[in-house]
């Protein structure tokens, strides 16, 4: 259609003066015409610098009563932050985190087990990865900052911090209270923990938010019919999981147990004879299938020069087979950082993998 045509019937669709059918078409051909320039032009990407704001909108995307709380939303998901190039510091502070994130929303009845079964889970994962050491700081606002550094808000900071040290006592946790370190909209627990090396790291976060829901409008129906706000915890278990890594670099020195370590298992032939070679693929096939990060070295390389490379990028266990451990259908196993620990029967080596992963042993 040339452009005056269209233009002259644009007027009389406008005017109102253009048949019925005419009219139809023309509006559709309109509607299809936005479509294809939105379709030629260049998309938006936008970064997001929380997970909050994302997570208070699918609760406001439709409405609760208290028997859907406590709700829980995680998300691990990818945030951004601009530090400044001098702040960056290799996995501990970077621009693009990943966060095992999540919120809570529960009622004030619900608070106590909620806040408790977060404190609970740390505690789980101190255990799961040998963190013996740690302290939970729980931060709380200072009077002079109401209205400036805090929500001013003070019976629900005295009421919210009171839930909170009321939870850390019953819980027999390890805690400190330090004042005027809490986050704006309400008291928080920095958990602290500190490396083999003795280096403290602050590594995860459980907050309380009684300011942030109400200004997304967050209600529910109580039991009274009434619409009230409810109260969310903020929780990071491992905070960014780039400075965990990090962390756990630092902690274990690099030298992961076997059911963390990137290179759980090496299978490694005193010579490249090929009977030998397929004695050896059948463990690393066995152990491929049991989900074990095993790698495999069946070259001429010498046997010493082998042993060397494994010892130095720090793979776990190392299985060495030789002539005769074929003939016995053995293995011979050696530890990172162990030495040699013998040859043992293929089946009970493979068990004893397996055990070591499933029960998260050293």
């Known amino acids: 259609m040339e452009t005056k045509e ?16 005419v009219a139809a078409a023309f509006n559709e051909l309109s509607a299809l015409r936005a479509e294809l320039k939105k379709l030629g032009e260049p998309e938006s990407y936008y970064l997001k610098a929380m997970n909050c704001p994302h997570h208070h909108r699918i609760f406001a995307a439709e409405p609760h009563s208290y028997r859907d709380l406590p709700l829980r939303l995680a998300e691990y998901g990818t945030c951004y932050r601009y530090e400044q ?14 966060m095992n994130d999540a919120h809570i929303y529960c009622t004030e009845e619900q608070f106590a087990d909620e806040f408790r079964a977060v404190n609970d889970m740390y505690l789980k994962y101190f255990k799961i990865f040998g963190l013996e050491k740690y302290q939970m700081r729980f931060s709380t606002h200072a009077a002079e ?15 919210t911090e009171d839930m909170v040290r009321q939870v850390l006592i019953e819980s027999g946790i390890n805690y400190v209270e330090v004042a005027n370190e809490a986050a704006f909209y309400g008291p928080k627990i920095d958990v602290q923990v500190w490396s083999a090396i003795g280096r403290e790291f602050t590594i995860a976060t459980n907050q309380v938010d009684f300011a942030v829901p109400a200004k997304f409008g967050l209600t529910y129906r109580d039991k009274d019919n009434s619409n009230k706000t409810p109260l969310c915890i903020h ?23 076997l059911w963390l370590a990137p290179d759980q298992v090496r299978v490694i ?3 490249d004879d090929a009977a030998l070679i397929e004695y050896a693929k059948t463990i690393v096939t066995e152990l491929r299938a049991n989900m074990v990060r ?11 020069a082998k042993i060397a490379d494994a010892e130095k990028t720090r793979v776990h266990t190392m299985l060495v087979i ?19 620990q013998g040859a043992k029967p293929k089946a009970e080596v493979v ?11 050293a």
């Open 294 to 304: 095993v790698e495999s070295d069946f070259s001429a390389t010498p046997f010493k």
């Open 322 to 340: 030789g002539g005769r451990d074929m003939e016995a259908g053995a293995v011979s196993v050696r530890l990172h950082h162990g030495g040699p």
């Open 145 to 159: 900052g109401l209205g400036k550094k805090y929500v001013n808000e003070p019976e629900l900071w005295k009421k």
């Open 269 to 271: 032939t005193l010579n």
């Open 85 to 98: 190039s001098g702040e960056l510091f290799g996995l501990m502070r970077v621009r693009s985190l990943n």
């Open 6 to 21: 269209f233009e002259l019937i644009e007027q009389a669709v406008k005017a109102g003066v253009a048949p019925q059918p």
């Open 351 to 361: 068990a004893d993998i397996l055990a070591s992963i499933r029960e998260r042993g």
């Open 235 to 257: 929780r990071a278990p491992l905070g960014t999981h780039e400075r965990f890594i990090g962390f756990l670099i630092e902690h274990y020195a690099g030298n992961f147990p």
